[in-house]
RNA sequence: GCGCCCAUCGUCUAGCGGUCCAGGACGUCGCCCUUUCACGGCGAAAACACGGGUUCGAUUCCCGUUGGGCGCGCCA
């Protein structure tokens, strides 16, 4: 039995996209559940649109994500001898033929059959005509001499067996007039090559999959095999564009997404296993199948995820986040900001903060945001909804609670825990009474992590001096 | 315009002819827990797009309608 081979296949004309990762996703879990191989090639045969910094944005999305690839990357245009090879094979065995239109005259073609209600498509004007007729001064494309009778077979693993009228599918360009390989050419050539046995992308390459199995079949090659999962769609149900919500999985990291939620979130937009909805890492990849994947296209829904990241990260032990928050933190948004005043001892008291910080939030951008109070400056501004818990009597139970604080021994969570249960006991409050007036003292918002922890985090100088600006 | 794909609660989905007056999760709304928030617990509202068939019986099969999506480049 031969090896399984899946590849992710993106073009460097951009950040890699949500979509582009879960397909990226896909094949990396299939050839895990197989024991196969999962390879990364980069589709930069379009040498005006592809640049250096996609291609390490794209790296860089998928090291985020921990989907390693096998082997090198591969980068296409290096092979473009190949396909010109190819072309030239195709192009003796009578598969393909050169055809002399100039975009021009191609443009004017297609303007023509829309106006007369007709499907755009090439009509074959060199298909047979006799090379002698070539215009002087036009360098040929070319073009697949493609099966015109018929109908072209596409055995699908998601979509199932999908028939493709042979009348619709035109002679496509295999080789520019420039000499290069077209994407079709080249996704063929190179995944022959390079042995891929399951092709797995977004079902927007459903119609491509009948063109490119005409090219096999006049190469004489095995069709891989085609799994072509639906596309992701914006919360509004539209297309996932630039201008709608298609970020980069960078956004999500600067967001404070972890990989695993994200993943996990990913895999089931499109793929279920009965109503199991979260995976650790093995579960994944011993569950999935392209069987269950669905054939309907799915909308991003950013609360999942939210309520998913929460999840992994109550699930992720305490050392264990708290490295990751550090190493993300320059991503985060707030995070630099909070990177560059981070010394020894602050470090200590989000380390001494963490637990606390950790249990409310569903996001490292979150946690940056509930360790604020640990950065602010006295006087601490006070947001609205704190200042109402002062103003309506809070400041006055701070000014009784001043002194006691102050007579202290001993500063920790458990002696200022006595000292303010008893202060409350005595004026026959319930705590949040008067817990609710140090926390808007103390951090400047009706939330934080446990008052008695934020004292103690605090430590005894400052939470007196903030308490003092505060009382009365 | 032509071809192809899709259609279960707001969202992600389970369901592969009877077990479904449709199950889970997120979200929403109550209640409980409580030191605020979050977590957790309990409960509620919430869907088979429509119309024809096939069948003893359709959410499940077929056809059509409607609504979405994708493709139709010397882009990938």
Request: glycine fraction near 8%; proline fraction near 5%.
């Amino acid at each position: 039995m031969s090896e399984i081979v899946t590849r992710f296949a993106p073009s460097p004309t951009g950040f890699l996209h949500i979509g582009g990762a879960r397909t990226a996703l896909f094949n990396w879990l299939y050839a895990k559940h197989v024991g196969g191989k999962f390879l990364l090639r980069i589709e930069d045969t379009d040498r005006e649109r592809s640049t250096p910094e996609a291609v390490e944005a794209i790296l860089d999305g998928l090291r985020w994500l921990e989907l390693d690839w096998d082997g090198d990357v591969v980068h296409q245009f290096t092979r473009v001898e190949r396909h010109r090879e190819i072309a030239m094979r195709m192009l003796a065995s009578g598969n393909a033929y050169r055809c002399y239109c100039t975009p021009a005259e191609l443009t004017e073609m297609r303007e023509k059959q829309r106006l007369a209600g007709l499907p755009p498509r090439y009509d074959g004007r060199w298909r047979d005509r006799d090379p002698s007729e070539a215009p002087n001064g036009v360098a040929p494309t070319i073009r697949l001499r493609a099966t015109q009778e018929g109908e072209t077979l596409i055995d699908d693993k998601v979509q199932g067996k999908v028939v493709f009228p042979n009348k619709d599918l035109d002679d496509l360009v295999l080789l520019r007039s420039d000499g290069n390989p077209t994407y079709m050419l080249a996704v063929v050539v190179d995944d022959h090559d390079m042995g891929v046995t399951h092709a797995i992308r977004g079902d927007d390459h459903l119609t491509n999959a009948a063109r490119q199995t005409q090219i096999y079949q006049g190469l004489g090659w095995d069709v891989p095999i085609w799994a072509h999962i639906p596309l992701i769609h914006g919360p509004d149900g539209a297309k996932l564009s630039k201008r709608h919500g298609a970020l980069g999985v960078d956004a999500y990291r600067a967001m404070g997404y972890l990989p695993e939620a994200l993943r996990n979130y990913l895999v089931r937009l499109g793929w279920s296993h009965g109503d199991k909805e979260m995976f650790s890492q093995d579960e994944m990849i011993a569950a999935f199948d392209l069987s269950a994947v669905g054939r309907s296209a799915s909308r991003f829904d950013y609360a999942r995820l939210e309520n998913m990241n929460g999840h992994f990260m109550r699930a992720t032990d305490d050392a264990a986040l708290f490295q990751q928050f550090l190493k993300t933190l320059p991503y985060l948004a707030g995070g630099p900001e909070m990177a560059a005043r981070l010394d020894e001892a602050k470090l200590a008291q989000i380390r001494a903060a963490f637990p606390g910080l950790r249990e409310r939030a569903k996001t490292l951008v979150e946690l940056v945001d509930g360790a604020q109070y640990l950065f602010a400056h006295r006087p601490l501004a006070i947001e609205p909804k704190a200042e109402d818990v002062l103003a309506k009597g809070g400041r006055l139970h701070l000014k009784m609670l001043l002194p006691r604080l102050t007579a202290l021994a001993e500063w920790s969570a458990a002696t200022t825990e006595a000292v303010v249960r008893a202060y409350g006991e005595e004026i026959g409050a319930k705590l949040g009474t008067v817990a609710q007036p140090l926390r808007c003292a103390l951090t400047g918002r009706t939330t934080s992590p446990g008052i008695f922890d934020v004292l103690s985090v605090l430590g005894r100088d400052e939470s007196l001096g903030r308490i003092a600006d505060q009382a009365i």
